[in-house]
T-cell receptor, first 116, second 111 residues
Framework: DAGITQSPRHKVTETGTPVTLRCHQT?????MYWYRQDPGHGLRLIHY???????DKGEVSDGYSVSRSKTEDFLLTLESATSSQTSVYFC???????????????FGPGTRLTVL | GEDVEQSLFLSVREGDSSVINCTYT??????LYWYKQEPGAGLQLLTY?????DMKQDQRLTVLLNKKDKHLSLRIADTQTGDSAIYFC???????????FGTGTRLKVLA
């Protein structure tokens, strides 16, 4: 299994509070991603990173910010959590430059976030 | 924009074949994938196919690609209860960051 961990794995918080989710990889992959998974919507990209301090928005980035100060860590922050951000959040990694790669994404185990 | 569509549910009896279908819109796709998600877990790559292939077989799994119709299917032979999961179709273009995932098909295998 690819070395990807997410913390915390479960979190319950209240509307209006800040929340930070962490993704840590040991694979030295260049790209890191944050997705949210909701019933009927599949996986939707929130933000992604293509290198240290290089990040960009995905299709559902409103209300979220990210930071990547080290290759191995990618943080997702909800500045002021809302009930619509209740979801399961997945981190993923990939490295399109690898010659033997078929562009596979490797996923973390997910974080279940509930905003009351 | 690019889109990937799948039906949401499929129910089959143990021992039968399952066929999960997917349609996509991006004609520049290089790779098409099937990911499996078991309850409470992340997605894991099940199989993939290059866009210049028509078919790929891997043990009980057969992937068929119709590029003209932008249709991808996954056939699971001799479906077992352990195959119950959500199956995601996805596509990407070589050398890019971007992946497009379908909504996922929940496969339920009845004993």
């Amino acid at each position: 299994d690819a070395g990807i961990t997410q913390s915390p794995r479960h979190k319950v918080t209240e509307t209006g509070t800040p929340v930070t989710l962490r993704c840590h990889q040991t694979e030295n992959h260049r790209y890191m991603y944050w997705y949210r998974q909701d019933p009927g919507h599949g996986l939707r990209l929130i933000h992604y990173s293509y290198g240290v301090k290089d990040t960009d928005k995905g299709e559902v980035s409103d209300g979220y910010s990210v930071s990547r100060s080290k290759t191995e860590d990618f943080l997702l922050t909800l500045e002021s959590a809302t009930s619509s951000q209740t979801s399961v959040y997945f981190c993923a990694i990939s490295d399109p430059s690898q010659l033997s790669s078929y562009n596979e994404q490797f996923f973390g185990p997910g974080t279940r976030l509930t905003v009351l | 924009g690019e889109d990937v569509e799948q039906s949401l549910f499929l129910s089959v009896r143990e021992g039968d074949s399952s066929v999960i279908n997917c349609t996509y819109t991006d004609s520049s796709s290089t790779y098409l994938y099937w990911y499996k998600q078991e309850p409470g877990a992340g997605l894991q790559l099940l199989t993939y196919i290059f866009s210049n292939m028509d078919m790929k077989q891997d043990q009980r799994l057969t992937v068929l690609l119709n590029k003209k119709d932008k249709h991808l299917s996954l056939r699971i032979a001799d479906t077992q209860t352990g195959d119950s999961a959500i199956y995601f179709c996805a596509e990407s273009t070589s050398g890019t960051y971007k992946y497009i995932f379908g909504t996922g098909t929940r496969l339920k295998v009845l004993a």
